[in-house]
């Protein structure tokens, strides 16, 4: 690998960490903490998810998407091992081959696959969220001009 490759990967991995545990997850965060539990249960209809069921997809998806592949290991969720790990991918290992769902995909392609459906579901909580609580959660007046949560 050329130092250009491993620049790119740290970019990369530091942009979607970013996304992900800056803005993403704060903010699924502080719509769910002023919820009651009955709330984080509530769906409108049948055919709806509610917000602890997309929060349970949301942490299985990570499992079988990313911490799995990239550690080489069956898909299984190790808890403690989550909370234990250290470190970060490689340019190789974003770069190489990954059988996830049946499907041939890059580390790369498996991390933003990640990211991406965060955001879906994300919106999907704070649209319930709102619905719910009836106020706006004012997340974009947090924004800063480089695009991240205010303090």
Known sequence: MTETNSELAGIFLAFSRDRLMN?????MKACVEPLTVEQVWW???EASNTIGNLL???NGNVGQWLAGPFNRREDRRDRPAEFAAEGGLTAA???A???IQGYHVSGLYAVYQVVEHFALHYGQIVYITKSITGRD???NKE???TGRLGA
Not at 23 to 27: I, K, N, S, Y
């Open 143 to 145: 924004l800063d001009k």
């Open 43 to 45: 769906r409108p209809n």
């Open 93 to 95: 290992e974003l770069l």
């Open 23 to 27: 803005r993403q997850w704060p903010r």
């Open 97 to 99: 081959p990954y059988e």
């Open 56 to 58: 349970l997809h949301l």
């Open 137 to 139: 959660l004012g997340f």
